[in-house]
């Protein structure tokens, strides 16, 4: 079973940047079999997709974002990292690595969540 | 990119009753259309995938329909565990993006 655990700083300071990681256990990173997202929920808000990785390390991100995040897999520690640069307070939020599986083509949704991680722009 | 819409914003039931939110998306996704549940202080888990599928030890009172741009996530008899907040999510094309949520509350 595919199980995620975000990791980083709780606290970073505007103009920054906001760096997590995220070891994946149960299967290996560039496995076919499944893809990797970032989702970051602020506090009392909605869902908000960040990007996406495939097992290629082809990479996509919310246009709202594209210039200042970038998502990454490292294969020798089998785990994710978001760096998200020149933070301000509106990015405070629970951060979220989630992940889907793959089969035959197809990939299904995010059936794979991290616990998630506050993360505090101040 | 494609925005996705839910309504109500709440809905107030009492346990028992057969509950049916709406997603829409501002163009056509196919079936590439997913439900999340998410109950305070926890993250989102997976409900329905492909619009219909139910995900891995989602109660069949859990059931999706729809395709294109309109959908429904309907929940048969809502027990006291079902009272959360429910995100639709589209991932027909980038980027993907999620609705901002219903929130099912006990009456």
């Known amino acids: 079973q595919v199980q995620l655990q975000e990791s980083g700083p709780g606290l970073v300071k505007p103009s920054q940047t906001l760096s997590l990681t995220c070891p994946v256990s149960g299967s290996f990173i560039n496995s076919h079999n499944y893809y990797w997202s970032w989702v970051r929920q602020p506090p009392g808000k909605g869902l908000e997709w960040i990007g996406y990785?495939?097992?290629?390390?082809?990479?996509h991100y919310n246009p709202s974002l594209v210039s200042r995040a970038l998502i990454s897999a490292d294969t020798s520690k089998n785990h994710l990292s978001l760096k998200l640069s020149a933070v301000t307070a509106a990015d405070t939020a629970v951060y979220y690595c989630?992940?889907?599986?793959?089969?035959?083509?197809?990939?299904?949704?995010?059936?794979?969540w991290g616990q998630g991680t506050l993360v505090t722009v101040s | 990119d494609i925005v996705m819409t839910q309504s109500p914003a709440t809905l107030s039931v009492s346990p028992g009753e057969r509950v049916s939110l709406s997603c829409r998306a501002s163009?056509?996704?196919?079936?590439?259309l997913a439900w999340y549940q998410q109950k305070p202080g926890q993250a989102p888990r997976l409900l329905i995938d492909?619009?219909?599928t139910r995900a891995t030890g989602v109660p069949g009172r859990f059931s999706g329909s729809g395709s294109g741009t309109d959908f429904t996530l309907t929940i048969s008899s809502l027990q006291s565990e079902d009272f959360a907040v429910y995100f639709c999510?589209?991932?027909?094309?980038?980027?993907?993006?999620f609705g901002p949520g219903t929130k099912v509350e006990i009456k």
């Open positions: 163009q056509g996704v196919s079936r590439n």
């Open positions: 999510q589209h991932y027909n094309n980038w980027p993907w993006t």
């Open positions: 989630a992940g889907g599986s793959c089969a035959d083509g197809l990939c299904q949704a995010f059936g794979y």
């Open positions: 990785i495939s097992n290629s390390g082809t990479t």
């Open positions: 492909g619009a219909s």
